[in-house]
């Protein structure tokens, strides 16, 4: 019988775990059966959600599947089932159905996690998905057959991580595209931390702080949201802000699937994987991109929540689950280069370097990169199966 290799997911690490799976097989001429089951046969470009025309931040994955001979099964997995190793999935149209499989990989993501916080799921909008994320354009642009009040013209962007920073400072000329450069628009950024960027260097805070100022973004810090209703936003001191465009950008968690697997996981629900993406005690099951708690080198560096560190990791994983079935050397997932490339707006961009986040490039030289970057690095390849392979080796050169 074919040996079968399942992936759950078609993101970063989902696309590129298959992707690297079919390059081993294929190079030792080996037939194994790679399964991607997946809502859709499209790679959603999540890091570009802040963007406007949201709709179109979408690549197709089936010409690129087809060339390579990996499988695409529309779906959504819904219970792993890891003692008679299988899978059960569901169809749009509701129908269930039962996969086995040789190896897992759990490549299934991340998703905002409100329930904390009153009136944040009901009121609040996000970035977590493409659905969403156009619910949250197609809401702004309505803004302007709105009468004009403070609720209106103000948005609170509630989380200064990087995705609630970029979406931040995209707003002061989305705001003055819709309302008019005359509009008295107001940004405001609910963080909890003491300063903006409080987590990261000292020359990068800086950097954040002097687009925030120039841009005329606002940062309430040492601050908490209580609610959020119709209305606006309330905060742990009492404090209100009127606003009919409330955006949550915090409390990111690994995809529920993890929970029906018996293994250490990290407070942000992620599988605790070996050197070889192996979920800890379940050597058949790898977990990669955003679900797995990866060290990225020897020094005691994890792997983000970023597409940077999930297309590595799909590599990766997909490279190992295929050796193991053929009998190769797995390749021990290393990543010791990081770097962060920050969209700020009508600003520009910063760009950093290692885990210490030393500025290289700002402003209009690191706004190039970082459109080169979220333009063309990320995307997938030319559906052309030499050089999708070529790519797909997980010791190929990559950022």
């Keep these: 019988m074919r040996k079968q290799i399942v992936i759950v997911g078609a993101g970063f690490a989902g696309m590129w775990a298959a992707l690297s799976a079919a390059r081993l097989a294929d190079k030792h001429q080996q037939a194994i059966d790679i399964t991607v089951i997946a809502?859709?046969?499209?790679?959603?470009?999540?890091?570009?959600?802040?963007?406007?025309?949201?709709?179109?931040?979408?690549?197709?994955?089936?010409?690129?599947?087809?060339?390579?001979?990996?499988?695409?099964?529309?779906?959504?997995?819904?219970?792993?089932?890891?003692?008679?190793?299988?899978?059960?999935?569901?169809?749009?149209?509701?129908e269930t159905h039962q996969c086995r499989y040789d190896r897992l990989i759990l490549a299934s993501g991340s998703q905002i996690n409100r329930g904390s916080v009153a009136g944040a799921a009901e009121y609040a909008f996000d970035l977590d998905r493409l659905e969403s994320a156009v619910r949250l354009e197609q809401h702004l642009k309505s803004l302007s057959d709105q009468a004009e009040s403070e609720a209106r013209n103000t948005v609170v962007v509630c989380g200064g991580g990087f995705t609630g920073i970029e979406m931040a400072l995209e707003l002061p000329g989305r705001l003055r595209e819709i309302l008019g450069?005359?509009?008295?628009?107001?940004?405001?950024?609910?963080?909890?931390?003491?300063?903006?960027?409080?987590?990261?260097?000292?020359?990068?805070?800086?950097?954040?702080?002097?687009?925030?100022?120039?841009?005329?973004?606002?940062?309430?810090?040492?601050?908490?949201?209580?609610?959020?209703?119709?209305?606006?936003?309330?905060?742990?001191?009492?404090?209100?802000?009127?606003?009919?465009?409330?955006?949550?950008?915090?409390?990111?968690?690994?995809?529920?699937?993890?929970?029906?697997?018996?293994?250490?996981?990290?407070?942000?629900?992620?599988?605790?994987?070996?050197?070889?993406?192996?979920?800890?005690?379940?050597p058949e099951i790898y977990a990669t991109g955003d679900v797995a708690y990866a060290a990225t080198d020897d020094k005691g560096n994890h792997a983000l929540m970023t597409?940077?560190?999930?297309?590595?990791?799909?590599?990766?994983?997909?490279?190992?689950?295929?050796?193991?079935?053929?009998?190769?050397?797995?390749?021990?997932?290393?990543?010791?280069?990081?770097?962060?490339?920050?969209?700020?707006?009508?600003?520009?961009?910063?760009?950093?370097?290692?885990w210490d986040q030393q500025v290289k490039l700002t402003r209009e030289e690191a706004k190039k990169l970082k459109m080169s970057i979220v333009s063309e690095?990320?995307?997938?390849?030319?559906?052309?199966?030499?050089?999708?392979?070529?790519?797909?080796?997980?010791?190929?050169?990559?950022?």
């Design 377 to 399: 690095l990320i995307y997938p390849p030319k559906a052309e199966k030499a050089v999708a392979f070529e790519i797909a080796d997980p010791l190929a050169p990559f950022v």
């Design 181 to 282: 450069h005359d509009a008295k628009t107001r940004v405001v950024v609910v963080e909890r931390g003491a300063e903006p960027g409080g987590r990261w260097s000292k020359a990068l805070r800086e950097v954040i702080g002097e687009a925030s100022a120039e841009l005329g973004v606002e940062w309430l810090v040492n601050a908490e949201v209580e609610s959020v209703n119709a209305s606006g936003v309330t905060l742990k001191d009492g404090r209100t802000l009127a606003s009919q465009t409330v955006i949550w950008t915090v409390g990111v968690q690994a995809n529920g699937l993890t929970t029906q697997i018996d293994a250490p996981r990290d407070r942000q629900g992620r599988l605790h994987v070996t050197t070889e993406l192996q979920v800890v005690g379940h």
């Design 39 to 94: 809502p859709q046969p499209e790679l959603r470009v999540r890091p570009r959600f802040y963007e406007k025309d949201v709709q179109t931040l979408v690549a197709p994955l089936q010409p690129l599947f087809d060339v390579t001979g990996v499988k695409f099964l529309p779906g959504t997995v819904e219970q792993i089932l890891p003692g008679c190793k299988q899978i059960s999935w569901k169809e749009a149209s509701g």
């Design 307 to 354: 597409c940077q560190h999930a297309i590595l990791l799909g590599k990766f994983a997909g490279n190992n689950a295929a050796a193991s079935l053929l009998d190769i050397a797995p390749l021990p997932y290393r990543q010791e280069m990081y770097v962060t490339c920050l969209d700020l707006g009508a600003w520009g961009a910063v760009y950093t370097e290692g």
